[in-house]
């Protein structure tokens, strides 16, 4: 209804209309945000009045039991999935209610996905996974080749370039990910368990990788995982029960002081 307000008019003055939102704090005014999702796939209730904020250059963990609506959250902030009732905003703009068109062309130019299994196209080499999104934007293959192999030195893929997904371990194939998730200097990385499929030392490979790049570029990272080992390399984790999100952080009532590290 107030599409050109930004979440934060309850919170404060112009910032939800322009940029300056994204230095501000989270709960003011956050880089993605969500409101009252409400989302159900046919009878089945996914989000019942979901709400978050993720601050600028973030690292936010989602987790949650199986099922808790974690992948659906992940969805409607991304743009992928329109919910049916509540708000999406990113960067002060209204996501839910963009067309499909203007809601791809947010996905492509300004966010990156890493999904559980890499999901690599199988007939293009490593290189040429990493290099798509830049492909899809309209650079020059050249060019985009040469962005996407500055990536594989970083990641600990040297001499993977040219081999097709079925020729890379599982560690392996979720860099490549990684690396077509990041090569187009995302606003916002979203990872639906990146390490699912990997064992935990891969897994944990991939963690160090995925932060260390995201806090390198300033990428906001929000990361989807039922993993409390994966979920410890963010700087912040809700977790999602029965379609809502709550806040891992403990009590400080019933915390006592001074029993950490
Ligand atoms: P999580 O990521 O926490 O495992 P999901 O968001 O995937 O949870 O799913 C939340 C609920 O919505 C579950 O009951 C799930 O079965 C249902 N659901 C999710 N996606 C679909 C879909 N495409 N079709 C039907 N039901 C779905």
New binding site residues.
Partial sequence: MTAARGPGEANGPAEANGPAEANGPAEANGLVQARGLV????Q????RGASVSVAAGEILAIM????????????CLAGILTPDEGEVWFAGRRVDTMGEAERSALRRERFGFVFQFGQLVPELTAEENVALPLLLDGMRRAAALTEARAWFGRLGLDGRERHRSGELSGGEAQRVALARGLVAHPEVLFA??PTGSLDSMTGEHVMNLLTAAARDHGTTVIL?T?EPRVAAYADREVV?RD?KVGSLAPDPLVTSPGLGS
């Fill in positions: 989302r159900s796939f046919g089945t209730p996914a989000l949650g039991p199986s099922g808790s609506g974690k992948s659906t959250l992940l969805h639906d368990e989807v039922h999602v379609g």
